[in-house]
Antibody, heavy 118, light 106 residues
Framework: QLLESGGALVQPGGSLRLSCSASGFSFSDYAMTWVRQAPGKGLEWVSLIYNSGSQYYAASVKGRFSISRDNSKNTVYLQMNSLRAEDTAIYYC??????????????WGQGTLVTVSS | SYDLTQPLSVSVALGQTARITCGGDYIGSRNVHWYQRRPGQAPVLVIYNDNNRPSGIPERVSGSNSGNTATLTISRAQVGDEAEYYCQVWDSTSVVFGGGTKLTVL
């Protein structure tokens, strides 16, 4: 129901845009989130967008990453700029239970790998 | 910021009961959600709002939350339960995950 794409190998300081295509539910009714898992590390929340478009970010990515959504395409995006080695991770998108967050995440996509290295 | 503390690892004998804790200040006043992540797979929701199972999650998986500790309990542990488990809460408009616990079934 959620399919991420856009992961790649990118040099430090570079940019990348991830996409997450949704199906099987009324996309415009729910908040969507991005969560990442770096190699050997745990889950780390990255960003969330309400169905209304309000955006929220983890401190580690604020000012560098931007989340957006296109309800006509049932897709949520994560624009990542000024990438650092520590951004290397599998990036998952997930659906929040509610339109304005505060819920649980289900389902999750399979993830897309972002590697930041020279 | 709000912190969640989980043990790095928990071991359980096959068929016995595993308990994975998630500690946080007055966590009992928050809704806690739990996710399972098997190697090479995406996370899966196993408990929401402290003690509710999504469809497809067996009854031997349960949750509780009181005081400063939330607990995920897996009864009659099976090899297929080996995975990482993460608790999650909201802190204002931010999402907080625990550090994760690796469950090993012996």
């Amino acid at each position: 129901q959620l399919l991420e794409s856009g992961g790649a190998l990118v040099q430090p300081g570079g940019s990348l845009r991830l996409s997450c295509s949704a199906s099987g539910f009324s996309f415009s009714d729910y908040a969507m989130t991005w969560v990442r898992q770096a190699p050997g590390k745990g889950l780390e929340w990255v960003s969330l967008i309400y169905n209304s478009g309000s955006q929220y970010y983890a401190a580690s990515v604020k000012g560098r990453f931007s989340i957006s959504r296109d309800n006509s395409k049932n897709t949520v995006y994560l624009q990542m700029n000024s990438l650092r080695a520590e951004d290397t991770a599998i990036y998952y998108c997930a659906k929040d239970r509610y339109a304005s967050g505060q819920g649980w995440f289900d389902p999750w996509g399979q993830g897309t790998l972002v590697t930041v290295s020279s | 910021s709000y912190d969640l503390t989980q043990p790095l690892s928990v071991s359980v004998a096959l068929g016995q009961t595993a308990r994975i804790t998630c500690g946080g200040d007055y966590i009992g006043s928050r809704n806690v959600h739990w996710y399972q992540r098997r190697p090479g797979q995406a996370p899966v929701l196993v408990i929401y709002n402290d003690n509710n199972r999504p469809s497809g999650i067996p009854e031997r998986v349960s949750g509780s939350n009181s005081g400063n500790t939330a607990t995920l309990t897996i009864s009659r542990a099976q090899v297929g339960d080996e995975a990482e488990y993460y608790c999650q809460v909201w802190d204002s408009t931010s999402v907080v995950f625990g550090g994760g616990t690796k469950l090993t079934v012996l």
